[in-house]
């Protein structure tokens, strides 16, 4: 079966980075789009980068110019890039890939901590 593992979540103080990873498993082929999510405490899940299998990519305004989305495609595996991180980046962040016909798989998630 299909499983994506994220890592790379921790404690950092305002102003630092982190690079989080997202492995995914069980699957023979790329998937189509690999995404970043994140859900802070009380509100809603929202959508902080996507990119293509060609390698189109898009970002939320709030991290636009901060955040670095990259992938892998022999591996799989989707990576996340922040600069600059704000208290209010914080938040549980989740990985997501899509399949060409439109499955969607989702990781556990990896919580993101950044202190002022």
């Known amino acids: 079966q299909v499983q994506l593992v994220e890592s790379g979540g921790g404690l950092v103080q305002a102003g630092g980075s982190l690079r989080l990873s997202c492995a995914a498993s069980?699957?023979?082929?790329?998937?189509?789009?690999m995404a970043w999510y994140r859900q802070a405490p009380g509100k809603q899940r929202e959508l902080v980068a996507s990119v293509t299998r060609g390698g189109s990519t898009t970002y939320a305004d709030s991290v636009k110019g901060r955040s670095t989305i990259s992938r892998d495609n022999a591996k799989n595996t989707v990576y996340l890039q922040m600069n600059s991180l704000k208290p209010e980046d914080t938040a549980v962040y989740y990985c997501?890939?899509?399949?060409?016909?439109?499955?969607?798989?989702w990781g556990k998630g990896t919580l993101v901590t950044v202190s002022s």
């Open positions: 997501k890939a899509r399949t060409i016909i439109s499955i969607d798989y």
């Open positions: 069980g699957f023979r082929f790329s998937f189509n789009t």
